[in-house]
């Protein structure tokens, strides 16, 4: 990303009508559902709009809502403007942005192990270990799925769920063979990212955030049918044990303008036809933030 935030440029340049100043009086929630309403973002630029809506640290700019709002606000942007390119950004992007990049993941060697050195590509572009484990498990065998972080995708693990006492009625313990290949993602460097997934690996922002009823300490939960493991009846087991909220919050190194160029980048990458702007389930999940590579 480039050095010098353009809105910052934009004051030091001394340019009128910044995002600030049409935005009046109205806070970046306010604005959000000013500009939500028909016809508002008609002739503005996206970087504007985008920038009016957000609170703005030094080095990141953070903007008060859920990815999927976020992205409606641009999806009604580019329908006012009849998606004119010219207008994401006042400047030509070149003037700006020399070297970004979208967000990929980028590793060298399987991020599980690093030993592990058979790689493969999958269906879809993007290159996977291929190591294979090879374990044998007395029968008989029960399966259950968890989410493996390394893979972005779900696992089927094994186990053992014979009791003793078929142990010891003098049958012969078989053996089964279960192949696990590794499957860890080490690039997708040449996959055509959805725009939901580029949001999602450049917010600095957790996705889900813990919250409990009543604030800190010990308190009554006030909506104990959505605890993840609720209690019984009993008094002591109506403590608020934490909720798993989405976090209604995007923070990015950047600021408006910058995200309006993320769109163009996005739409960049496949020229002939619009690429995915929505997420597949298996892509809805953020990658350790270590394999991806950002901007400098
Ligand atoms: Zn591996
Ligand atoms: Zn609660």
Redesign the pocket.
């Known amino acids: 990303m480039s050095s010098v935030m353009h809105s910052f440029f934009r004051a030091l340049r001394g340019i009128t009508k910044t995002a600030d100043e049409w935005r009046d009086a109205r806070t970046p929630e306010q604005q959000y559902v000013y500009l939500m309403e028909s016809g508002k973002m008609k002739g503005k630029h996206l970087g504007s709009c985008l920038d009016s809506i957000r609170r703005g640290g030094l080095n990141t700019c953070y903007w008060p809502l859920a990815i999927p709002q976020l992205m409606e606000f641009i999806e009604k942007w580019r329908v006012e403007n009849n998606d004119n390119e010219q207008r994401y950004h006042e400047l030509a992007i070149e003037e700006l942005y020399l070297e970004s990049e979208l967000p990929h993941i980028d590793l060298v060697s399987c991020p599980r192990e690093e030993e592990h050195t058979e790689k493969i590509q999958d269906g879809r572009g993007r290159i996977r270990c291929f190591h294979v484990e090879e374990q044998e498990i007395e029968a008989p065998l029960e399966s259950y799925n968890s989410w493996d972080e390394h893979a972005q995708m779900a696992r089927l693990n094994w186990m053992h769920t014979g009791d003793s006492e078929e142990k010891g009625n003098g049958r012969e313990s078989a053996l089964e063979t279960i192949i696990d290949p590794c499957y860890a993602i080490i690039s997708d460097r040449e996959v055509i990212l959805p725009f939901e997934t580029i949001l999602q690996r450049l917010n600095l922002q957790p996705a889900y955030i813990t919250n409990?009823?009543g604030g800190t300490g010990l308190k009554l939960?006030?909506?104990?049918d959505?605890?993840p493991h609720p209690g019984s009846s009993l008094e002591e087991d109506r403590y608020?044990t934490?909720?798993e909220d989405r976090n209604n919050a995007f923070e990015l190194f950047g600021d408006g303008w910058d995200l309006a160029y993320y769109v163009l980048k996005w739409k960049q990458q496949t020229p002939s036809h619009e690429p995915p702007w929505r997420a597949l389930w298996e892509e809805q999940h953020t990658p350790d933030r270590s394999a991806i590579v950002y901007n400098d």
């Not at 939960?221 to 104990?224: K, Q, Y």
Request: charged share 25%; glycine share 10%.
């Open positions: 409990y009823c939960c006030r909506r104990l959505k605890l608020c934490g909720h």
